[in-house]
């Protein structure tokens, strides 16, 4: 990975910032977009050596006139996008439309824009999720949308060869994210699943994150799903 150009979108936080740590100390040249200023601020003064850009994945002119400007992408990870909840039959269409639009449309328009930019060995890596395989009620655009990221990287692997698209499958894993969806109850939901999980703890985003970097580096994987859930899709 060393000298290697790595891409990060939504590196400022959770899984996406801690592959973009652990993608810098291991001596690559690290780019991250994200939406808020606050967190490429943060991020920027802690690694002053990674280029940041304020980039709304669902917003596709701007994602588009991000990757065209950039050179030679070794790797990219697309980490950009958050758990959408609510029923189908109760909740808001255009809310269930936005958990796709920066994890699958984003990815998309970012694979379009920078495929031709990856060279034979380099590799795509999406965020998919243990929603996949274990969907719960009153999650559904989740669901669909995790699925969606790991079929796209089984059909993209084929369309990019040799550049290789794999995905990463995260459990329930401590980031942000939960803050904003759970706020002070956080700790007891994660107590609650942790002691129903094989390995009895949540995973960490660094753990999600080497994964992600395992992908990225293994040049014989493509078209792979690698799930990181302490074996939550068996209990
Ligand atoms: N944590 C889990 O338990 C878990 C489990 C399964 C799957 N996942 C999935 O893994 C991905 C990362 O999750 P996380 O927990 O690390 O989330 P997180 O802590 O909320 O971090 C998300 C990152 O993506 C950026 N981002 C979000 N929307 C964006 C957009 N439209 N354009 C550009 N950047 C955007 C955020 O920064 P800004 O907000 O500043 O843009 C932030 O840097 C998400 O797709 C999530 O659904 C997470």
């Given at each position: 990975m060393h000298g290697e150009t790595i891409v990060v979108l939504g590196g400022t936080k959770g899984i996406g910032l801690a592959v973009a740590r652990k993608a810098a100390a291991r001596g690559a040249r690290v780019i991250v977009a994200a939406r808020g200023a606050a967190g490429l601020a943060t991020l920027k003064a802690e690694l002053p050596a990674i280029q940041t850009h304020a980039v709304d994945a669902a917003d596709a002119s701007a994602l588009e006139a991000f990757c065209a400007s950039l050179g030679k992408v070794d790797h990219l990870y697309n980490a950009a996008g958050a758990f959408v909840g609510g029923?189908?039959?109760?909740?808001?269409m255009a809310t269930f439309r936005a958990a796709f639009e920066a994890r699958i449309w984003g990815a998309a328009v970012a694979i379009r824009a920078l495929g031709s930019k990856i060279p034979a060995g380099g590799s795509v890596v999406l965020t998919g999720g243990l929603s996949t395989d274990r969907p719960v009620a009153g999650a559904w655009a989740t669901a669909m949308a995790t699925a969606a990221a790991e079929q796209m990287a089984r059909a993209l692997a084929l369309e990019l060869a040799p550049v290789r698209v794999n995905a990463v499958a995260p459990g329930w894993t401590d980031t942000p994210m939960w803050d904003a969806i759970f706020g002070a109850d956080k700790q007891t939901y994660f107590t609650d699943v942790a002691a129903k999980l094989p390995v009895g703890r949540l995973a960490q985003a660094d753990e999600v994150a080497d994964a992600v970097l395992f992908l990225m580096a293994?040049?014989?994987?493509?078209?792979e799903v690698v799930h990181v859930d302490g074996g939550h899709r068996l209990v």
């Open positions: 029923t189908l039959m109760g909740g808001d293994n040049r014989a994987i493509t078209g």
